[in-house]
């Protein structure tokens, strides 16, 4: 299979380490390996349809700050240069627009080709044209790793539990959030929360699209989209986020044996993200940068699942198992 | 497909009900329903190679206390007396000889069928045949229900997680157990909190599998041998129990904001069921009688999965997941 890689920081250079680890499962599984036949960051590309050497174009992006000699300055030109099957869109996300990486994922399925994507603002804001484009032209979309990077929630729902009625999925859908409030569990004030949060590089210099809970709000419109076949978009979101929560909100939650945390839900009629009790004890009471997510069924009943939500293996792990459902699919 | 039912107690009660209520998604997703052709309890049996009615078979189970009118002495027999394509193997567990459950499920690889089931017992004494078995005959042998009921770990690890390279599980596969120490967490003494246990229905009469760790150490044994490729019985398991634990240690941990559970651990060289402590606010300090575990791969961390460990429908629930992935399979 050959595929192109759009988006060269830490995710793509994670992806690209990620296949040139798996060559020998790759080729154990389908007798095939993986071609990385082009690549591109934000202004630079590289293409080769006899296939580029994945660990050459890391070091060389880590050596030089670009993957490519050559500039470009239409991206939809350079995918149409090489021939490849599968594109791996992974450029920095754009919430407001949908930005490049809306175009490369429409181009791509336009041409026929299979999807993979770990950007969110595409999916939150065109989920239905971009499924129903992939199933016009017989696409696969696969987007693991837009939601809590290593804790395969999507997955989850589509494979283990499809024989399942899912009731509603509600879970910690943002790392920030949840190292902040855990913070303040310990008797932080939110002020100082956030800034030892942003100092370990876990916030952005401007927090407000993971404080505000926007982040998670994107998520629960994958989710709500993906998993319970709504059509909603983030104005749709009910969202309020963790910058009102005073020190003694988190101290009388505790004296009651419970915390507070950010909570993103998704159910038949709901759509929201606000800060929830939680009791101790309770699957989704976890403390630190994880994602955990509780999904309700009619058989199964509450299952929850927890992991990192972010971080350049975690988030390449999401991509991996995309790869791993588009290449059985095509083994079939 | 046709399936014969081995076992008609609360589980395979519950698998009837969940294949009657599915009739529409099977009928959608694989344009065809699943017919009951067999069911035997311990002593009766009916057949109907035209198919059974679901309903009918549990209605009479509860107002007869028997499933047929038939009565016979050999399962064997009965197995060989009708067509069907894949045995639900659902009968009590036995843990020291495999039992009854043990004899189906070879007689049902040896004459080609594929074997879904919820029986430990077989799995934990003869994993390496049955496996060897299966494949010789190419059938499939599904257990997902061995382990930790409604929660999908094995199938995670299996699907899901296929492309990853797992180091170690760990986890609560006791519900009965976690039930006792989440009420030592309260300063109940261990006596009073299995007696507990026991009126509510969730420990039994003679408690041993369960507080001495025999039951977890099955799940071990199963995990081991289908997660790592091993080939573990029993008697290679470490096993320490939870009828040591004391108010005291109770008490100290939680003084050092930490619990005390009842710990199953797989890992290359690692075979062990042990209480241990764990931090509160981590995925694996979960309360009441919840399953979890904790898998550990190089690329996407620790993904921590709970969910019911028993229970009718919890159990269905695996059988059901189990039932599409042998369905997927022969649509293939």
């Not at 992006?61 to 939809?76: F, P, S």
């Not at 982040?215 to 978009?233: E, G, H, M, Q, Y």
Request: proline share 3%; with cysteine.
């Amino acid at each position: 299979m050959k595929v192109f890689i759009a988006g060269f920081g830490t995710v793509g250079q994670g992806v690209t380490e990620v296949i040139a680890s798996r060559e020998e499962f790759f080729n154990k599984r389908y007798g095939q390996s993986i071609k990385i036949v082009g690549v591109m960051d934000s202004s630079t590309y590289v293409t080769d349809s006899g296939g580029l050497d994945p660990l050459k174009l890391v070091s060389v992006k880590k050596e030089t700050g670009k993957v490519g000699k050559e500039k470009y300055t239409d991206a939809l030109k350079i995918l149409d240069s090489v021939d490849y099957d599968t594109l791996i869109e992974v450029s920095p996300t754009d919430y407001k627009t949908g930005g490049q990486g809306l175009k490369n994922i429409i181009h791509a399925l336009e041409t026929k080709k299979d999807v993979i994507t770990t950007n969110k603002g595409p999916l939150a804001i065109k989920f239905g044209e971009l499924i129903a484009l992939a199933k016009k032209n017989k696409c696969k979309l696969k987007f693991e790793g837009t939601v809590a990077g290593a804790m395969p929630i999507i997955n989850l729902c589509h494979d283990n539990l499809i024989g399942e009625n899912i009731q509603s999925i509600r879970g910690i859908l943002n790392g920030t959030c949840n190292y902040i409030l855990s913070k303040m569990d310990n008797g932080q004030p939110f002020d100082q929360a956030l800034k030892e949060a942003q100092q370990l590089g876990y916030a952005e210099t401007d927090p407000s699209g993971d404080v505000e809970g926007y982040d998670s709000a994107c998520k629960v419109v994958i989710l709500a989209n993906s998993v319970f076949d709504r059509n909603v978009t983030l104005s749709d979101v009910s969202i309020t986020g963790i910058t009102g929560i005073t020190e003694e909100a988190v101290s009388l939650a505790k004296s009651r044996d419970m915390v507070i945390r950010l909570i993103g839900e998704v159910g038949e009629e709901k759509l929201e993200v606000a800060p929830r009790l939680v009791p101790k004890g309770h699957p989704l009471a976890v403390s630190g940068t994880l994602n955990a997510a509780q999904i309700r069924s009619d058989l199964a009943g509450p299952i929850t699942i927890s992991g990192r939500g972010a971080g350049r293996m975690e988030t390449a792990s999401a991509v991996l198992s995309d790869l791993i459902s588009v290449m059985d699919d095509r083994k079939e």
